[in-house]
């Protein structure tokens, strides 16, 4: 039998997502409906070849997980860029790249950017930024089906912003503001439950 003489088929939908990002102090995430869309984990996997008596053979090499993007709408009380600016603050970037003396001259330590306090910033909401485990330090994908049930999930292990970008303004558009946020992560994991 066909899958389209089926009512129970149902494919799933590029606009049912939710994306699990958590972090900040106000209400400890960006809500989920800011996200306007966002790429999925994909990853590349190198090929080694060796050669042997005139013929090519090919060996499966190292995983690489390549960087996901996604695109946020913002509104007038800075919801989004406010969280993203306040992860750069958390990170000790905010003062390292204002030039500001008092980032590396303090009186208890200098203070260095570091890949802990970026992922943490970045995926701890800030009430319980102490209590996180490395495997928790995560942002999490998930696709629903028409009851706003999970259908896939992908969790990012360890991610770090690698780009934020700012649309441009323009008196003879009436869009919405956007900006798009490209993350790196070590890893990530599938979960279909």
Do not use: C
């Not at 995430?29 to 005139?54: C, L, M, N, R, W």
């Not at 996604?70 to 509104?75: E, I, P, Q």
């Amino acid at each position: 039998m066909s899958f389209w003489t089926e009512n129970t088929f149902e494919p799933k939908r590029a606009n049912r997502f939710k994306v699990n990002f958590a972090f900040g102090s106000k209400d400890d995430e960006i809500p989920y409906f800011f996200v306007k869309d966002i790429t999925k984990p994909s990853f590349d996997i190198t090929v080694k070849e060796h050669i042997v008596a005139g013929r090519t053979f090919n060996f499966p090499g190292n995983i690489k997980w390549n960087s996901v993007k996604a695109t946020f709408v913002d509104d007038v009380n800075n919801t989004v860029l406010g969280k993203l600016v306040e992860v750069i603050a958390m990170s000790n970037y905010g003062e390292i790249l204002a030039g500001q003396p008092k980032a590396f001259l303090s009186n208890t330590a200098p203070k260095y950017i570091s890949k802990r306090l970026l992922t943490t910033a970045l995926t701890t909401p800030a009430s319980s930024a102490n209590s996180v485990q490395g495997s928790e330090i995560r942002i999490v994908v998930q696709q629903l089906d028409a009851d706003g049930l999970v259908v896939e999930s992908w969790s990012m292990y360890n991610p770090i912003i690698e780009k934020l970008e700012q649309d441009a303004l323009d008196y003879s558009k009436d869009d919405l503001n956007t900006y798009s946020l490209t993350i790196r992560y070590d890893w990530a994991s599938f979960s279909n439950e």
